[in-house]
């Protein structure tokens, strides 16, 4: 199956592009870019730098892919972009190549669906079948888990990670890391409850819902604390791993600054 590209887009002649690509009109495509089999370029998208796309990704107008993070300590190192497969960008999502200061890449999972206007930065690590909403905001170094839900116009912080399964308000404000399996919203943003439909969405069994529901009840209604309610919980019955996993990122979240567990204090000199 053959590539077509419009005639009025302008594509580097050293680009690599799979088999049956649709690239639009007015479409800009770097020398380093790679795009994979089946995927669709709508018009107006630019995508620079070295930026790789997986297959059967689908690019809507407008959007910016691979630009120079906005970090004023760049100095055009050829850092990189990594899509996946399966992936959604609508109109006027920008996704910025990473700086130099963690490993040199900013990384788009599989089967995610990016709404209008999404912005995310260099160095962010965005999983797999997330869903961003209209004009959600992902600062630098934010780690985004596994079938999140971010509704519109919410900001996340730099450095934050946002645990599996969570689900952010529209125009919530983000400080710090959402546990998995959390709903949170607000500004600033409070976990109100588990994500009980999310759960079931997935699949997950009553039981596990039973005891993430007790847990967040020690957790952030009564408030004893985490290690206590670790305790509570881990002395009755079998140990469940969604539970295990939730202490886990509360215990990662407490070892950073200000509530981001991937934000640490650097030594002294």
């Known amino acids: 199956m053959s590539v077509v590209i419009a005639p009025t887009a302008v594509v580097d002649s050293k680009?690599?592009?799979?088999?049956?690509?649709?690239?639009?009109?007015?479409?800009?495509?770097?020398?380093?870019?790679?795009?994979?089999?089946?995927?669709?370029?709508?018009d107006h998208v630019s995508i620079t730098g070295v930026t790789r796309l997986g297959s059967d990704n689908q690019v809507f107008s407008h959007c910016s892919i691979?630009?120079?993070?906005?970090?004023?300590?760049?100095?055009?190192?050829?850092?990189?972009?990594?899509?996946?497969?399966?992936?959604?960008?609508?109109?006027?999502?920008?996704?910025?190549?990473?700086?130099?200061?963690?490993?040199?890449?900013?990384?788009?999972?599989?089967?995610?669906?990016?709404?209008?206007?999404?912005?995310i930065a260099h160095d962010c690590s965005i999983g797999n079948r997330i869903v961003l909403a209209n004009n959600c905001m992902i600062a630098g170094h934010a780690h985004i888990h596994d079938d999140v839900t971010i509704a519109g116009g919410a900001g996340i912080h730099q450095f934050v990670s946002v645990g599996t399964l969570a689900f952010v308000g529209a125009m919530s404000r983000i400080l710090q890391d959402v546990p998995p399996y959390v709903i949170i919203e607000g500004y600033d943003a409070k976990p109100r409850c588990i994500n009980t439909v999310g759960l079931k969405r997935h699949d997950y069994t009553e039981e596990d819902i039973a005891v993430l529901t007790q847990a967040f009840r020690l957790l952030y209604r009564?408030?004893?604390?985490?290690?206590?309610?670790?305790?509570?919980?881990?002395?009755?019955?079998?140990?469940?791993?969604?539970?295990?996993?939730?202490?886990?990122?509360?215990?990662?979240?407490?070892?950073?600054?200000?509530?981001?567990?991937?934000?640490?204090?650097?030594?002294?000199?």
């Open 66 to 119: 691979g630009s120079h993070p906005q970090d004023v300590s760049y100095r055009a190192a050829p850092t990189r972009v990594e899509i996946g497969d399966g992936n959604v960008f609508r109109e006027q999502v920008t996704i910025n190549r990473a700086s130099e200061k963690e490993d040199g890449v900013t990384r788009v999972g599989n089967q995610n669906y990016l709404m209008t206007g999404t912005h």
């Open 15 to 42: 680009a690599n592009l799979g088999k049956d690509v649709r690239v639009g009109h007015f479409c800009v495509i770097g020398p380093d870019v790679t795009i994979g089999d089946r995927c669709r370029i709508e």
């Open 222 to 269: 009564q408030r004893i604390g985490i290690e206590p309610s670790r305790v509570e919980m881990f002395k009755t019955g079998p140990i469940r791993p969604v539970l295990r996993h939730l202490f886990d990122c509360l215990e990662t979240t407490c070892g950073g600054r200000a509530g981001r567990g991937r934000d640490r204090r650097k030594k002294a000199a």
